[in-house]
């Protein structure tokens, strides 16, 4: 019955990931790129660039997402699928930055342009993301040195 | 509970914390670029009190551009610069009295820190020195042509940071006419 709890679990997560790394992003950029009308225009040079990183990046996030999910709690299984997962998640947020997604400029009919960046932004992300990564690492060594305490904790629930 | 889980528990609490005070000021940082790019007298160039004196025979140029920025977002505005260039087009006699633009000032001028809700005047000068004519361009000028003989254009960016840093925006005016001769 765990097991059949695990892969609905690691499935709900899968969801929740594409929606967040790949549906809303790509829905967002889609819409921007061509929204007609306004008394400015998206000029983003790299947009197929930045759709690709954002669907690559997106689709390994999301495929580990089930893995990371569906394993047994506190096992080494566990550990290590969280810590790729942060780690393709500082890569996905990486990808924002290298793609040219980070640096937004419009250009204002009759007027100019304008530009917003936000790399320092995702700098500041990449950094929480690091302590997430030395979390991860402690959690692996914690889930193989108290191996049997946890094995014991999960035979008696 | 394991005292490791109790540490990382705390670890844990620690970076949802840094997570959500990041995303807070970068939620309110965007609002703020929103809302100081929705209202256009909030950044406004005041072209009809700018003064530009111009001697076409020494070529002798200064101008002043005052300037107003209200800060109506939620943080302070850091690292606010005028950066200003400024384009002579004029009828060539070497380029068969085609239409050519030479640039004759690139100009930064850092400015102070505007904290929130408030409005602050600037005046950017521009003087003589910074400007750099070559002097021969005196006898490439087509002085017969049919006026405005000299024309000058800027491209005006006005570039700000949002919540220490976090948004950068920078907003360009380009080809604005700024002065004819005569």
Not at chain 2, 62 to 67: D, G, H, I, M
């Amino acid at each position: 019955m765990g097991a059949v709890k695990n892969m609905v679990r690691g499935f709900i997560f899968t969801g929740v990931y594409v929606l967040f790394t790949l549906a809303i992003p790509l829905t967002l950029f889609t819409l921007l790129f061509s929204i007609e009308g306004l008394p400015f225009e998206w000029e983003q040079i790299d947009q197929h660039n930045i759709l690709f990183w954002l669907t690559a990046f997106g689709l390994l996030a999301s495929g580990f997402a089930f893995f990371k999910y569906s394993s047994p709690k506190q096992s080494i299984r566990k550990g290590i699928f969280a810590l790729i997962q942060v780690i393709i998640n500082c890569l996905y947020l990486w990808s924002y930055k290298f793609s040219g997604a980070s640096e937004i400029k419009f250009i204002i009919i009759d007027y100019g342009f304008f530009t917003l960046d936000i790399s320092q932004m995702i700098l500041i992300y990449m950094g929480v993301y690091f302590l997430t990564i030395v979390l991860k690492i402690y959690d692996i060594f914690d889930y193989t040195i108290n191996r049997e305490k946890i094995r014991e904790n999960r035979m008696k629930e | 509970m394991r005292p490791s889980r109790v540490f990382r528990l705390i670890f844990r609490i620690f970076i949802a914390v840094l997570t959500l005070s990041v995303t807070t000021v970068s939620i309110l940082g965007g609002l703020s670029a929103v809302i100081i790019l929705r209202e256009k007298d909030n950044l406004q160039i005041d072209f009809d009190n700018a003064e530009f004196n111009f001697n076409e025979s020494t070529l002798e140029t200064n101008f002043s551009l005052p300037f107003q920025v209200n800060n109506t977002g939620y943080f302070d505005i850091e690292n606010l610069e005028l950066y200003l260039e400024i384009f002579l087009n004029y009828s060539s006699i070497s380029h068969m009295n085609e239409t050519v633009a030479i640039k004759i000032f690139d100009k930064a001028q850092p400015l102070d820190d505007i904290p929130k809700g408030e409005i602050r005047d600037f005046v950017f000068f521009g003087n003589n020195s910074d400007f750099y004519y070559s002097p021969a361009i005196i006898f490439d000028i087509n002085w017969l042509k049919v006026p405005p003989i000299l024309e000058f254009y800027a491209n005006i960016t006005v570039s700000l940071d949002y919540s220490i840093g976090l948004h950068s925006l920078a907003i360009t005016l380009e080809n604005y006419f700024i002065y004819g001769y005569p």
